[in-house]
């Protein structure tokens, strides 16, 4: 730990310093201790200290963005009798996600969403069955082209049961909802024999088809970004069709039941 100022050579002081940080997308007003030159006004930040500094940042940003803080959950967890164990095990994350998100890492919104339904009893999730997005077939039909421009198959065919399509179409649906707070289509999948399928894909595939994929809502780099890693990790259908098969959300929910976004933090293939 320093003593003195390395350009004034004046002793450090430690003060409590109030001050507006740019942080991710938001302003944030955080006070925190720190060394400081009373010469030049220099911060200098012992190791504990910068985490403390980033530790107060990840909490103003989640009170400001309305996420359940660390506190909150530590609270939360003690008042419900919740080791961080007994809670990665409801929440189906490992133990460390939980002491990251306890420690100063910002959770994602869906994440969030789920901390607030086990340790607030609050379903912040508005529609669990479509990612919180309304269903658009013309959009189902623009991500499934976008498939068809990485993997450069055809995947939309007439007469085609979507066996192999709604696959990709479920991890993007289930990996956007993740790591974005929302579906891409907001499609609704059942879980049958076969694995994921959208529900009622048969009435849904002539529509589907026949749909103007210029009047969807245009898919954002994120989401491109989303349906590059899918492609990337299986260039061939049979490939999404068996990781599909391995996935706890297919695997937890009861044959002819929709399937959770709930469950999108299981998702194995694509870590969060």
């Not at 911060?43 to 909490?59: K, M, N, R």
């Not at 967890?77 to 002491?99: C, D, F, P, Y």
């Not at 996935?247 to 976004?261: F, L, Q, V």
Request: charged share 25%; net charge neutral; glycine share 4%.
């Amino acid at each position: 730990m320093l003593n003195e100022c390395l350009d004034c050579n004046v002793k450090l002081i430690l003060e409590k310093v109030k001050k507006s940080v740019s942080f991710k997308d938001r302003q944030l007003e955080i006070e925190y201790n720190v060394e400081v030159c009373p010469n030049c006004k220099i911060e200098y930040a012992s190791v504990d200290q910068a985490s403390d500094i980033q530790f107060a940042l990840a909490e103003a940003y989640k009170k400001q963005s309305n996420k359940m803080t660390a506190a909150e959950m530590k609270s939360q967890r003690a008042e419900k009798h919740l080791s961080q164990t007994g809670l990665a095990e409801l929440l189906n994350v490992g133990v460390a996600s939980i002491k990251r998100w306890e420690s100063g890492l910002v959770q994602s919104r869906p994440m969030d969403n789920l901390l607030k339904y086990h340790l607030l009893n609050e379903d912040c999730c508005l529609n669990p069955l479509s990612g919180d997005r309304e269903f658009a077939i013309n959009r189902a039909k623009l991500v499934l082209l976008e498939f068809e421009k990485n993997l450069k198959i055809k995947l939309l065919r007439i007469g085609d049961k979507l066996l192999y399509s709604a696959k990709y179409l479920w991890y993007a649906d289930m990996i956007a909802y993740r790591d974005l707070g929302k579906s891409m289509t907001g499609a609704t999948y059942a879980a049958l024999p076969q694995g994921p399928q959208l529900n009622n894909y048969r009435d849904l595939v002539p529509h589907i088809l026949s749909s103007n994929e210029n009047d969807a809502e245009p898919l954002t780099e994120k989401e491109k970004k989303i349906i590059s890693r899918i492609s990337n990790r299986f260039p061939k259908p049979q490939q999404a069709y068996n990781a599909s098969h391995n996935e706890d959300a297919w695997k937890m929910t009861p044959i002819g039941r929709a399937i959770s976004y709930r469950l999108a933090n299981t998702i194995s293939e694509f870590e969060d």
